[in-house]
């Protein structure tokens, strides 16, 4: 490596990432107790509101706790437009968007048979099998 690179070399059991990936907002509900159900609520709650509104859930003594995370979430994304925490409570509420691949190296296969007289024939099944085709146990 060059000379003027090794200061930045990572030392011996030195993580190049040391606090790791952030958790999601749902992770973290989940070890605070709250069940999958709580968070979907929560999620659907604040998911439907604009700014103001979660800034109102988050000054109201009376919001529940979990109201107030999500909000806080909510909000703390799009101040600094990072869309992840708006995506993920989005995801919870109207569920991920269905992803789609084309595949676009379809290949046809031709049998031909030497004589165009023979028909195919499966073969008999196995004793564990049985008579459908299907294994026994």
């Known amino acids: 490596m060059a000379e003027h690179l090794e200061p930045y070399e990572f030392k011996p059991g030195q993580s190049g990432n040391p606090n790791g990936r952030p958790l999601k907002i749902h992770t973290i509900l989940k070890a605070s107790g709250y069940t999958l159900d709580d968070i979907r609520e929560a999620f659907k709650d604040i998911g439907w509101h604009d700014a103001d509104k979660a800034q109102e859930i988050i000054d109201n003594e009376k919001s529940p706790l979990i109201l107030k995370v999500v909000a806080r979430a909510f909000l703390k994304g799009a101040e600094k437009g990072d869309f992840r925490y708006i995506s993920e409570i989005l995801q919870h509420v109207i569920g991920k968007p269905k992803e789609q691949t084309e ?8 049998v031909e048979y030497a004589n165009p007289n023979d028909t195919f024939i499966p073969p008999a ?13």
């Not at 595949?103 to 031709?110: A, G, P, V």
């Not at 099944?125 to 026994?136: F, L």
């Open 103 to 110: 595949n676009k190296h379809l290949h046809k296969i031709i």
């Open 125 to 137: 099944p196995s004793p564990e099998q049985g008579d459908a085709g299907e294994e026994t146990v």
